[in-house]
């Protein structure tokens, strides 16, 4: 089984800063096969991005995605109000499909 | 609008079983697989498993098989979930999803969107 790795665990910024997530793969992921979701308190998960750098429909191109070898990072490159939230990466290469433990973002 | 509504909140006595449901609209649902995950209050996701609608074609994580069993009604657009001997660690938000998936790379693999969720309660 794949474990994802999140860090940090918190990510503690202001609007307009630029957020830099991590998830590191414990193997490698195949065909870069990973996505990114943003949860909000009390809603269903988002998608964000997958194939590691694909934008979901609707979803701003501030947000963006990115892998070297078993690293994958998400970017928001301006914080807005509405970003602050619990961010999950998952991988779906191998079976069975797993998710990271998530990263906070919260208001400074 | 694509958009996946589940069943309502479950309270269950430990040993019970029950059964979530997930209508499926706004899309060809045969066409597409639909994933099962959950997520315990404050915790993290799991993957439960994923079933075809149009030929009940299953996966599952080897954590949840024999425990869980997931099975589609294509007619009435409709996943299900059943919840085996049930136990207070079954305790969680349990969400369907549907499976996107990529014509260009024949891939499919992440959830979009997302059921709202059902909330499960294991409590004697």
């Known amino acids: 089984e794949i474990v994802l790795t999140q860090s940090p665990a918190t990510l503690s910024l202001s609007p307009g800063e630029r957020a830099t997530l991590s998830c590191r793969a414990s193997?490698?992921?195949?065909?870069?096969?990973l996505a990114w979701y943003q949860q909000k308190p009390g809603q269903a998960p988002r998608l964000l991005i997958y194939?590691?750098?694909s934008r979901a429909t609707g979803i701003p191109d501030r947000f963006s995605g990115s892998r070297s070898g078993t690293d994958f990072t998400l970017t928001i490159s301006r914080l807005e109000p509405e970003d602050f939230a619990v961010y999950f990466c998952?991988?779906?290469?191998?079976?069975?499909?797993?998710f990271g433990q998530g990263t906070q973002v919260k208001i400074k | 609008e694509v958009q996946l509504v589940q069943s309502g909140a479950e309270v269950k006595k430990p040993g019970e079983s029950l059964k979530i449901s997930c209508k499926g609209s706004?899309?060809?649902?045969?066409?597409?697989?639909i994933g099962w995950v959950r997520q315990v209050p404050g915790k993290g996701l799991e993957w439960i498993g994923n079933?075809?609608?149009?030929?009940?074609?299953?996966t599952y994580n080897p954590s949840f098989q024999g425990h869980v069993t997931i099975s589609a009604d294509k007619s009435i657009t409709t996943a299900y979930l059943q919840l085996n001997s049930l136990r207070a660690s079954d305790t969680a938000m349990y969400f369907c999803?549907?499976?996107?998936?990529?014509?260009?790379?024949?891939?499919?693999?992440?959830?979009?969107?997302w059921g709202q969720g059902t909330l499960v309660t294991v409590s004697s």
């Open positions: 998952q991988q779906y290469g191998s079976s069975p499909w797993t």
């Open positions: 193997q490698s992921v195949r065909s870069s096969y």
């Open positions: 079933i075809y609608p149009e030929d009940s074609g299953t």
């Open positions: 194939g590691a750098s």
């Open positions: 706004g899309y060809n649902f045969p066409d597409y697989w």
């Open positions: 999803a549907r499976l996107g998936y990529s014509a260009a790379t024949r891939t499919r693999g992440w959830f979009d969107p």
